[in-house]
């Protein structure tokens, strides 16, 4: 089964950078939905960007574009998340998810986490003031 491994969350200070990763393996498709949700405590858990790996399709939240960019190295099953200009209201777990197979143009839309049925354990992101 597919199996996510999150790893590059850390403790920033406003205005910051920092870049974010995540492993996959287990794949059976060869077109899947990779995406970014965070969480904070009391708040819903929010999509804040989603590549299509076979490529033409990228999403990204309001609240996140401009700063932050999603990639992918399919050669290594890897997404990474690029996060700069950090600001406070950023800090939250952050966890990967995948779709798969996928499509296209479902990659490229706002969806609900249960729409994904694969999860990495999370990694901590703390942006100070």
């Known amino acids: 089964q597919v199996q996510l491994v999150e790893s590059g969350g850390g403790s920033v200070q406003a205005g910051g950078s920092l870049g974010l990763s995540c492993a996959g393996s287990?794949?059976?498709?060869?077109?899947?939905?990779v995406a970014w949700f965070r969480q904070a405590p009391g708040k819903e858990r929010e999509e804040v960007a989603a590549i299509y790996t076979g490529g033409g399709s990228t999403y990204y939240a309001d609240s996140v574009k401009g700063r932050f960019t999603i990639s992918q190295d399919n050669s290594k099953n890897t997404v990474y998340l690029q996060m700069s200009s950090l600001k406070p209201e950023d800090s939250a777990m952050y966890y990967c998810a995948a779709e798969s197979p996928s499509t296209r143009y479902s990659c490229s839309l706002s969806r609900r986490p249960d729409i994904f049925g694969h999860w990495g354990q999370g990694t901590q992101v703390s942006v100070s003031s």
């Open positions: 287990g794949y059976t498709y060869n077109y899947n939905c």
